[in-house]
């Protein structure tokens, strides 16, 4: 958090305190369980913590915890079912294996490999980055895997050509590897999270299966080359810099056993990401037991203590936080509810196609800040019977439509691999939601109208 505090922050928090104390005092509604106002308050209180970003992330996630244990009936097994998640151990996986690459060297060797190839220029360097994080949505099965393989290699890279900590350049290339890890992932059928848990929830409430080329089809040409375009640009534009270190100037670096050991270690967990689809191994345990290769005795990487001295567990809290919110938001069927209710000012009308694209995807949207991306599918899913009888639109078309709201996030806290990605390269949460506002707004001014001009190519309303 940034030592100076702002109007915006502040207000954000004042207002949310005050919806939270105004949801407290009402009476829940036909149906719903009685606790569920005061499930909503508490969710209010943390999403704008989260959104101001006036405390640390991980702070917000234990004053969560702390609020929905003593004012909520919510159960333990449910406020902290974060931490039986494997996400959160696919982070504290890849906090101890960030670590080796820091450590070990293995970063700057291959840095000043990739200074040899990539083009000279800033600007070149982030469509490079961007180009790279792209192509592993395709092999790496995990953002967060993604995120922590590239981004102590990139910070390194980002030391050997003069971005040092607190510039432009260096938070332009780690918002980079961040933003080109997660945007155009979502438009990959196992690339991401949020797809999986979609693909899940349409099998197991509607009985749809959708095919790895059809999601592909559907969703990358638009969401995919936009998200590829943009994301440079927009690093180059809101993070203006200039590399002042000269490649002449770069000394060779020489690889140790380290880290070769260290790359073999890797190259093994790359494997095994691979081949997920035949051994059922979750990329979280993978991850898990490559940073216990990491730390065992006489292995040589690094060693256990580093677990006490040089790592950080705030992104591991606050992502645990997040996923506990979003499953207390689901067990008490508020997530439902709430949409229900935007449907209900914002009726779809059959035959009005364009607008009810535009809703339906700013109602997802608008969910996505009190489940989360990774949780909002699990709602929306729900509903999407009612919203293909209102629309006249086949059922897999409206299931098809929630990838988009996922690209309009507006905070960091909706997408857990962001605050990873930030943590590892040292970016300040304001740079950060500077570029998700702006990919947002991307999301609206371009991606929304030509994905709707594509699937009307493709008959997707018909």
């Known amino acids: 958090m940034d030592k100076s505090i702002g109007i915006f922050p502040v207000s954000v928090t004042i207002i949310g305190l005050l919806v939270g104390i105004f949801l407290w005092c009402q009476t829940p509604p036909l149906g719903a369980s009685s606790d569920t106002m005061q499930i909503a308050a508490v969710v209010v209180v943390a999403v704008s913590l989260w959104a101001s970003g006036i405390v640390p992330e991980y702070f917000t996630a234990i004053i969560f915890f702390f609020l929905a244990m003593v004012l909520t009936d919510a159960a333990a097994p449910m406020v902290f079912s974060g931490f039986h998640s494997a996400a959160v151990w696919m982070i504290f996986g890849g906090l101890i294996i960030g670590a080796a690459v820091q450590e070990t060297g293995f970063g700057r060797t291959l840095a000043s490999w990739l200074l040899k190839i990539f083009p000279s220029s800033y600007f070149g360097i982030l469509c490079g980055i961007t180009a790279v994080s792209t192509v592993?949505?395709?092999?790496?099965?995990?953002?967060?895997?993604?995120?922590?393989?590239?981004?102590?290699?990139?910070?390194?890279?980002?030391?050997?050509?003069?971005?040092?900590?607190?510039?432009?350049?260096?938070?332009?290339?780690?918002?980079?590897?961040?933003?080109?890890?997660?945007?155009?992932?979502?438009?990959?059928?196992?690339?991401?999270?949020?797809?999986?848990?979609?693909?899940?929830?349409?099998?197991?409430?509607?009985?749809?299966?959708?095919?790895?080329?059809?999601?592909?089809?559907?969703?990358?040409?638009?969401?995919?080359?936009?998200?590829?375009?943009?994301?440079?640009?927009?690093?180059?534009?809101?993070?203006?810099?200039?590399?002042?270190?000269?490649?002449?100037?770069?000394?060779?670096?020489?690889?140790?056993?380290?880290?070769?050991?260290?790359m073999m270690v890797l190259a093994a967990a790359l494997g095994l990401w691979l081949t997920d689809f035949a051994h059922g191994?979750?990329?979280?345990?993978?991850?898990?037991?490559?940073?216990?290769?990491?730390?065992?005795?006489?292995?040589?990487?690094?060693?256990?203590?580093?677990?006490?001295?040089?790592?950080?567990?705030?992104?591991w809290f606050f992502v645990a936080g997040v996923i506990g919110m979003g499953a207390v938001v689901a067990d008490a069927g508020l997530g439902a509810y709430i949409s229900g209710f935007l449907f209900d000012i914002i009726p779809l009308t059959e035959g009005q196609d364009f607008l009810n694209f535009v809703t339906i995807s700013a109602v997802g949207a608008a969910m996505g800040l009190v489940t989360t991306v990774p949780g909002q599918p699990a709602i929306m899913t729900t509903l999407a019977t009612e919203i293909a009888a209102s629309t006249g639109w086949p059922i897999k078309t409206v299931l098809l439509t929630?990838?988009?709201?996922?690209?309009?996030?507006?905070?960091?806290?909706?997408?857990?691999?962001?605050?990873?990605?930030?943590?590892?390269?040292?970016?300040?949460?304001?740079?950060?939601?500077?570029?998700?506002?702006?990919?947002?707004?991307?999301?609206?001014?371009?991606?929304?109208?030509?994905?709707?001009?594509?699937?009307?190519?493709?008959?997707?309303?018909?």
Not at 149 to 173: K, N, T
Not at 430 to 444: D, N, Q, V
């Open 136 to 262: 592993l949505c395709f092999i790496i099965p995990s953002n967060t895997g993604r995120i922590v393989i590239m981004i102590p290699i990139f910070m390194a890279l980002a030391d050997e050509i003069g971005f040092g900590p607190g510039s432009h350049g260096r938070a332009g290339m780690g918002l980079a590897v961040a933003a080109g890890s997660v945007y155009p992932s979502l438009a990959v059928l196992p690339a991401a999270v949020p797809n999986l848990g979609w693909l899940g929830a349409t099998e197991s409430i509607h009985g749809i299966t959708f095919t790895y080329a059809e999601y592909l089809i559907a969703n990358f040409p638009v969401i995919g080359t936009v998200s590829i375009i943009a994301i440079p640009l927009l690093c180059r534009t809101l993070f203006a810099d200039e590399i002042e270190k000269d490649d002449d100037k770069v000394a060779p670096i020489k690889s140790s056993a380290e880290q070769t050991r260290l």
């Open 281 to 315: 191994v979750s990329p979280a345990w993978i991850a898990l037991g490559a940073a216990l290769i990491c730390m065992l005795p006489r292995v040589g990487l690094v060693p256990a203590s580093i677990m006490m001295s040089k790592i950080s567990y705030a992104p």
């Open 402 to 462: 929630q990838p988009l709201s996922w690209t309009m996030a507006m905070f960091a806290y909706q997408f857990p691999p962001f605050i990873l990605a930030a943590h590892l390269a040292g970016i300040s949460m304001a740079h950060l939601t500077r570029l998700i506002l702006a990919m947002c707004a991307t999301a609206w001014i371009l991606i929304m109208p030509l994905l709707y001009l594509w699937w009307q190519a493709l008959g997707y309303f018909k």
